[in-house]
């Protein structure tokens, strides 16, 4: 690793404030390339990261094929905490309203794309049999912020600082002109599989936080890096662990493990990875307890419903639609009558039977447009255990009625949640 020297002298001016159009000195980081193989560790940093490891695994294995409908509220989850250190608020219940009806604020919007940009990311780059590119990476990047030229970055970034200037920035990643060269290295970096997945997912984070490669979405697209790599490794097979969700809640500690990283102190960094990694795939776990709970929950609403309207049976046949709906409310907590048509192959009668019917049952709610007519039907308990998923993250875990998370959505209605509220 080295700096280079560089002169700051800015062309256009005229929306800088005096400060920040003064020319001076800076010094840019230029990490070294990364090493295919795994650096050599301290004997506890390896124990930490063997843990972590076995951790992941057994939360993986505790879920197994149900991970899958948890992923997407996982992955909401992390984008919600992406989304709030990046400065843009945005609730669990917005984000999946615009998703169901494909509009709302830009900030709803912008994060679920991010959301499906980390499914694919997934999908995509976790296929062992192929190596990952450069390419890869900007095309990830691309579909995270499709409103700028694809490719890396032309310019001279930084990150942090009081004002708009790199002499006053926290971090200076390295000039333009290497960015090509480290990222094609860490694209082989993230090919590799050899060694424990944990380290290599929290150095290819740490790397790629370090080069920041474009002009927007670097947060953003590092974090899905970290899916990517465990996926590859097959750390990972049916779950998809937030661990960036705890950063979120400890951005200073984030900030310095990513300082004493460029200072060549690996082993602090990936300790703190791992003791993320733990925390995040317990509470993974914990989630999946809930919702199947709250399943459970939503069934017997809906059959004391069916039992006091005399409607026969009172237990819903499994193959109805409002079991199938009940079913899937963990992936799909936002409902509109043409979105149930279509999956299920019903009329639109029926399915706004259906939805009705879970509506008296008070296991959906309505969404009203502008003009007082219901858009969607949303299952408020189930977006709920997002933002309690979100907070538990970010403050370690457990009760958060005590430590309050720092950025971050705000507690939902103890109403909503009922039995399953924590007291966050």
């Known amino acids: 690793m080295h700096y280079v020297d560089l002169v700051w002298r800015p062309d256009e001016s005229a929306h800088l404030t005096r400060r920040d159009r003064a020319a001076g000195r800076y010094r840019a980081f230029v990490p070294d390339e990364l090493s295919v193989d795994l650096p050599q560790l301290s004997a506890s940093t390896e124990s930490a990261a063997a843990d972590a490891l076995v951790v992941l695994a057994r939360a993986d294995e505790r879920i ?111 000039p333009e002109g290497e960015v090509p060269r480290l990222l094609d290295n860490l694209a082989d970096f993230v090919t590799a599989t050899s060694g424990n997945p944990v380290v290599r997912a929290a150095l290819a984070h740490a790397q790629f936080e370090t080069i920041h490669p474009f002009i927007d979405g670097n947060g953003r697209t590092g974090r899905a890096l970290i899916h990517t790599v465990l996926r590859r490794a097959d750390a990972l097979r049916n779950l998809l662990v937030p661990i960036s969700t705890v950063f979120a809640g400890a951005v200073d500690g984030y900030i310095d493990g990513l300082t004493a990283f460029r200072d060549g102190d690996v082993d602090s960094w990936v300790d703190r990875f791992c003791e993320a990694t733990e925390l995040a795939a317990a509470n993974a776990v914990r989630l999946s307890q809930r919702v199947e709970q709250l399943d459970h929950e939503a069934l017997v609403d809906l059959t004391v419903h069916r039992h006091r309207a005399g409607l026969s049976p009172a237990s819903p046949r499994r193959d109805s639609v409002a079991a199938k709906i009940l079913g899937a409310l963990a992936s799909e907590p936002v409902l509109t009558i ?87």
């Not at 909401?76 to 509009?103: C, D, Q, T, Y």
């Not at 993250?393 to 209605?413: F, H, K, M, Q």
């Open 338 to 424: 043409q979105g149930v048509s279509s999956r299920y192959r019903i009329s639109a009668t029926a399915a706004t039977n259906a939805l009705t019917q879970l509506t008296d049952a008070a296991i959906l709610s309505r969404v009203r447009n502008h003009r007082g007519q219901t858009s969607a039907w949303t299952a408020d308990r189930h977006l709920a255990l997002v933002a309690l998923t979100e907070r538990s993250n970010r403050v370690g875990g457990g009760d958060t009625a005590r430590v309050r998370p720092r950025l971050g959505p705000p507690a939902p209605d103890e109403a909503v949640v009922g039995r399953l509220h924590d007291g966050a």
């Open 64 to 174: 197994g094929e149900r991970g899958g409908y948890l992923n997407h509220l996982l992955i909401r989850s992390e984008s919600i905490s992406s989304s709030w250190i990046e400065g843009n608020r945005v609730s669990p219940k917005k984000l999946a309203v615009a998703e169901a009806l494909r509009r709302g604020d830009r900030v709803a919007l912008d994060v679920v794309a991010n959301v499906r940009a980390t499914e694919e990311a997934i999908a995509d780059l976790a296929d062992r049999d192929r190596p990952i590119t450069a390419a890869d990476i900007e095309a990830l990047q691309h579909v995270i912020e499709p409103g700028l030229p694809f490719g890396v970055r032309q310019e001279q970034n930084w990150v942090g600082g009081p004002g708009w200037s790199p002499l006053r920035a926290d971090f200076v990643p390295p």
